[in-house]
């Protein structure tokens, strides 16, 4: 239950989110309010059906598009009455837990919120379970969710075929070949129904990349002139980028980079995208 002392912040309530919503946000820290890419989706982005955005990493994006599902569940969805609203679709296994992590800690007092959780290296059996639950979000990746699809056309194709939402959260990195094909997330697309909204979102730092993509899935996704938002780095955030690289000579530039007299004294985080990528650095 909803804490009985809950004190709700201004800066929250402004927003017509439940008492629910509010108490898992102020339970995350967010008591200073929205950040920017989360006060333009409760805002300017509200009721709108297609909404592309981009943010830079630590700018709550997260928060940014959840807020608007949890939300919705916690206020159309009894506890007697579970049905799939939304289905989150992230590219790697890490970004989806995440994810799944955030949505239930932010959604502790909503009690018809059931998170299930469908990505690879983990036990499919296990996850059918998860399904057979009646979810009402899903986070998964393309392929572990495109393999349990095509299994069992009477549970998950006819759930997916009524959510009101669909997240494609890093968009840009759902581009699995030179191609611009992604076979997974095609043979999920299938089964999504035409009635929803849709969120497409990305950290990227290419533009080129990042617009190539939102191509691509808006002309898949039938979507036309969506609303977008685009949040800039922080003015305290220099950027940089080494065109050119060959993989074999990242890791050296890196070290080099972090070598330098500019960087060495300060502390540094490496981001990468797998864990083979972070045995080999470390």
Known sequence: PVPSDLQCSSV??????????????????????????????????????H?????????????????????EISTSVRPTDYRLMALVLCPTR????????????IGKYIPSLRVATIVGGM????????????????????????ELAESDEEGL???????KYLVIDEADRMMLDKKGKFPDLESI???????????????TLSTEKLNQAFSTLKKRLGIVKPFEIHV????????????????ASKDKWMITMLSNKDFSKEKAIVFVNSIEAVRRLH
């Open 232 to 247: 800039k780095a922080s003015l305290k955030l220099d950027e940089y980028k080494v065109l050119s690289i060959d993989q």
């Open 157 to 163: 194709q006819k759930s997916l075929k009524n959510i």
């Open 189 to 203: 697309l299938r089964h999504v129904g035409k009635d929803r909204r849709t969120f497409l979102f990305s950290a």
């Open 94 to 105: 890490e970004l989806a837990l995440q994810v799944a992590d955030h949505a239930k800690r």
């Open 12 to 49: 929250w309530d402004q927003f017509g989110l439940s008492r629910a919503l509010v108490a898992g946000i102020l339970d995350m820290g967010y008591t200073n309010g929205p950040t920017m890419i989360q006060k333009e989706m409760l805002t300017n982005a509200k009721g709108r059906q």
């Open 123 to 146: 036990s499919a059996e296990k996850q059918q379970r998860q399904l057979s639950l009646a979810p009402t979000l899903i986070v998964a990746t393309p392929g572990r969710l495109a």
């Open 51 to 71: 909404i592309v955005g981009s943010a830079p990493t630590g700018s709550g994006k997260t928060l940014a598009f959840l807020a608007d599902i949890l939300q």
